[in-house]
């Protein structure tokens, strides 16, 4: 595979935004615009920075103001007797701990959804077992819009696994709260059927010394787009943002990430990998990282590969870097996307392993880095198998 590696120069002069929204340019990620209110936000068009990946004639009208709410989503959260448990109006306090939305859609869903569900994991406890959480799509022709959040109180610790399926038209917000010293890992899977459309933009807020361990596993759905937006509130958060996705033909799938550096002493690690196969696969990978000038010993790095199997398909794939101050601990970023190593394939089959196998052992090994991190055995294994089942349509 060949890398390519690009480095943005630093910016200066950036402000502030507000819960209330801020007009501001557009040149630097820490100029972003925020607010709750979604005619706040211009309707894209497609060529806008951060639209001019995603086809908006695919959004089913979430984008536009077009969409409204024809059917609701089910939210079962199974924890025994780890975490509470809430659905709650759009009036609890506690609703935009852990961000605010930065683009239309983000605002629509959170000026549109009616109750949202709040699982929270108690001050110093440490479920045994992880939390699940199953988000249930709408319906085939229906259309929803969602509200969870996950709270790890002080010093808590837990590992949560949210799993969205079934068919229909979702837009909705996830925060994922992290206070002092706390650590959560989450997992979340996408495995959506075939009509399934999903704009998600997910909000993680990091108190002091906390630690977020975030997995996003995107493998169906007609188009699936998440953003996530890292936050560190105090000094020494910790973050890693893995990924892995498989897009087949026909299938959009496309991840984006801003990790805010705003306070002193705190890291980030980013790793995205996936695969493509057939005609029309498209996935879309966007990095930014942002160190503000007050975010003294700040070390990062994010990392995006993608293997391209048929003919057909497409990645794009743009890291960004941000640096404001010079007094880091380290900062870098890469992109790489290729097809089969033809010498890795020589390999195996030189040593007596059929061409197709072979393949298939390069595939596995490629996704083998981010599958080795995941920590819940039924997830781990639910993923090879999944991964099993789309080689077996490239060797179809």
């Keep these: 595979m060949t890398s390519t590696t690009t480095t943005d120069g630093a910016q200066h002069g950036l402000t502030e935004h507000s819960h209330g929204g801020?007009?501001?340019?557009?040149?630097?990620?820490?100029?972003?615009?925020?607010?709750?209110d979604v005619e706040a936000f211009e309707v894209p068009g497609g060529r806008e920075e951060d639209w001019r990946f995603t086809p908006t004639k695919r959004l089913k009208g979430l984008h536009d103001g077009t969409?409204?709410?024809?059917?609701?989503?089910?939210?079962?959260?199974?924890?025994?007797?780890?975490?509470?448990?809430?659905t709650v109006g759009r009036d609890d306090s506690r609703l935009g701990d852990g961000g605010v939305p930065a683009d239309r859609i983000a605002a629509q869903a959170w000026s549109s959804f009616t109750e949202a569900t709040v699982v929270t994991v108690p001050k110093d406890t440490q479920p045994a077992?992880?939390?699940?959480?199953?988000?249930?799509?709408?319906?085939?022709?229906?259309?929803?819009f969602g509200h969870l959040q996950v709270r790890a109180e002080r010093f808590a610790e837990a590992t949560v696994v949210i799993d969205y399926r079934g068919s229909g038209v979702l837009g909705d917000n996830v925060e994922f709260v992290?206070?002092?010293?706390?650590?959560?890992?989450?997992?979340?899977i996408h495995d959506w059927a075939d009509d399934a459309t999903q704009v998600s933009s997910e909000h993680a807020g990091l108190g002091r010394d906390s630690v977020f361990r975030h997995l996003a596993v995107t493998l169906g759905g007609d188009l699936v787009r998440v953003n996530t937006t890292v936050n560190y509130g105090d000094k020494g958060g910790d973050a890693e943002l893995l990924g892995l996705y498989f897009a087949d033909a026909g299938q959009h799938l496309e991840h984006r990430m801003l990790v805010d550096h705003s306070m002193p002493n705190c890291r980030s690690n980013v790793l995205y990998k996936g695969a493509l196969q057939g005609d029309g696969a498209h996935s879309v990978w966007i990095?930014?990282?942002?160190?503000?000038?007050?975010?003294e010993g700040t070390e990062t790095f994010e990392l995006n590969r993608n293997l391209v199997l048929t003919q057909?398909?497409?990645?794009?794939?743009?890291?960004?870097?941000?640096?404001?101050?010079?007094?880091?601990?380290?900062?870098?970023?890469?992109?790489?996307?290729?097809?089969?190593?033809?010498?890795?394939?020589?390999y195996l089959q030189a040593r007596g392993i059929p061409q197709e196998q072979a393949r298939r052992l390069v595939v596995r090994g490629f996704f083998g880095e981010i599958l080795q991190k995941i920590t819940v055995p039924e997830v781990r294994e639910r993923l090879e198998a999944a991964i099993e089942a789309e080689l077996a349509v490239v060797g179809a």
């Design 22 to 36: 801020t007009v501001v340019p557009q040149s630097s990620r820490g100029q972003r615009f925020t607010s709750y």
């Design 67 to 86: 969409a409204t709410a024809t059917g609701s989503i089910k939210v079962a959260v199974d924890s025994g007797d780890a975490a509470k448990v809430e």
């Design 129 to 144: 077992a992880p939390i699940s959480i199953t988000v249930e799509g709408p319906g085939e022709g229906q259309t929803a």
């Design 178 to 188: 992290v206070e002092d010293s706390a650590r959560l890992s989450v997992v979340s």
């Design 287 to 295: 990095g930014d990282v942002l160190i503000r000038a007050a975010a």
């Design 312 to 346: 057909g398909a497409r990645a794009d794939s743009v890291p960004n870097l941000e640096i404001e101050t010079g007094e880091i601990e380290g900062a870098g970023h890469a992109s790489a996307t290729g097809r089969f190593d033809d010498e890795q394939l020589f």
